[in-house]
């Protein structure tokens, strides 16, 4: 595996996986984070997997305490060293397919027409291109449960808005670039907005607080707005 160690500060390293975004960063990055979630090391508190590299934290204290004469960095990368110097083949967490119902357009997704117009198509034919991609969670962050979606047609990409919404209601669904995601909670954003979800992607109180997780595999499917009032009550 090609990987460098760079430090976060004083009590955390990124493993870094390059510098491009594809599907074979994304399972390396997976193995890693089953590798660390099998570690029995108290100086290790957590792990942040990202588009391509993994944070590790740790605890200076603790690694300090562990490291003898080194350094605590150099002995939390030569631990690092040791756990990913053969390849990384054992099991990892079984890729899920989520599916997630949108219903597109309307007041629900304002920059449909928007983005139906910037690529020279019909809103329709970019609600069916959207809801037949092949899509993966690459990473979560932004805002709680937020999932940066790749995987994304190039035939319905489009720009952010020049000027940020400040509030964009939970659940929905926008358009950035090349990439897709869903806003969990109200916060402002400035991504095209096309569609929303009737779906919770984030209860605090549950375990995991958030639906999707980094790796899952994504099929959109469109709703009616009946079918929507329908299953958000039944996800309420």
């Known amino acids: ?25 994304q399972l390396q990055i997976q193995k890693i984070t089953a590798l660390l979630s099998k570690v029995n090391e108290t100086w290790l508190i957590e792990w942040v ?15 300090a305490a562990s ?6 960095y150099d002995f939390v990368c030569s631990r690092l060293h040791e756990w990913l110097k053969d390849p990384l083949d054992g099991d990892f967490r079984e890729q899920r397919v989520v599916e997630v119902p949108i219903c597109y357009g309307g007041d629900f997704g304002p ?35 937020f999932p940066f979606i790749g995987g994304m047609s190039e035939r319905i990409a489009a720009p952010r808005k020049k000027s ?10 926008g358009i950035a670039g090349k990439q897709t995601g869903i806003y969990p909670i ?15 992607l984030f209860k605090p109180d549950s375990h ?12 959109f499917y ?15």
């Open 111 to 145: 920059d449909l027409p928007f983005v139906a117009e910037h690529n020279g198509l019909s809103p329709e034919e970019v609600i069916h291109i959207h809801s037949n991609g092949d899509y993966t969670v690459f990473m979560i962050g932004f805002a709680p449960g």
């Open 49 to 63: 997997p990202a588009f391509t590299t993994v944070t590790v934290f740790y605890s200076l204290s603790k690694a």
């Open 164 to 173: 940020p919404r400040l509030k964009i209601p939970a659940r929905t669904l």
């Open 67 to 72: 490291a003898g004469d080194a350094l605590p």
């Open 186 to 200: 109200e916060t402002p954003g400035g991504w095209q907005l096309i569609g929303r979800t009737p779906i919770q």
């Open 222 to 236: 469109p709703i009616s707005l009946e079918e929507y009032q329908m299953l958000k009550e039944d996800h309420s």
């Open 1 to 25: 595996m090609d990987y460098s160690l760079s430090p976060l500060g004083d009590q955390a390293v990124v493993i870094e996986l390059g510098t491009e975004i594809s599907p074979n960063t």
């Open 208 to 219: 995991p607080p958030t639906l999707l997780q980094a790796g899952d595999k994504i099929k």
